[in-house]
């Protein structure tokens, strides 16, 4: 599971309630109204994340995550403040689309075939 740490954690935090409508797990603060370890849900899938410190420098990473609506979810990312990387489209693999999130992130979304 990836493990982010971000400038912003805390708009990080509402920002995947809203696109991925992600579940808390865990969200240990900070003394510093940061936060110090958090866990998120979507799907079956967990992010750790954390607030960047003087020791622990920013650190975003690029994801791979099933969906169950790709347009729904790249349209809501769009709408708050992400760039596109990939339209939806249909691949070889999947229903499929690609966005950077505010926070410096890459999201690759699919949807599992319906079978």
Same mark, same amino acid.
């Given at each position: 599971?990836?493990? @982010?740490?971000?400038?912003?954690?805390?708009?990080? @935090?509402?920002?995947?309630?809203?696109?991925?409508?992600?579940? &808390?797990?865990?969200?240990?603060?900070? +003394?510093?109204?940061?936060?110090?370890?958090?866990?998120?849900?979507?799907?079956?899938?967990?992010?750790?994340?954390?607030?960047?410190? +003087?020791?622990?420098?920013?650190?975003?990473?690029?994801?791979? @995550?099933?969906?169950? +609506?790709?347009?729904?979810?790249?349209?809501?990312?769009?709408?708050?403040?992400?760039?596109? @990387?990939?339209?939806?489209?249909?691949? &070889?693999?999947?229903?499929?689309?690609?966005?950077?999130?505010?926070?410096?992130?890459?999201?690759?979304?699919?949807?599992?075939?319906?079978?």
């Amino acid at each position: 599971m990836p493990y @982010l740490i971000l400038d912003k954690a805390k708009a990080f @935090l509402q920002f995947a309630r809203v696109v991925f409508d992600a579940k &808390e797990q865990m969200v240990v603060p900070a +003394d510093n109204d940061a936060i110090m370890h958090g866990e998120l849900k979507i799907g079956d899938a967990v992010i750790m994340f954390a607030s960047a410190t +003087d020791t622990w420098k920013e650190k975003t990473a690029a994801m791979y @995550l099933y969906v169950n +609506d790709v347009s729904e979810v790249y349209n809501t990312a769009i709408s708050h403040g992400s760039k596109n @990387l990939e339209p939806p489209q249909q691949k &070889e693999y999947g229903f499929t689309a690609g966005f950077e999130d505010p926070f410096g992130n890459h999201w690759f979304i699919v949807e599992p075939e319906k079978k």
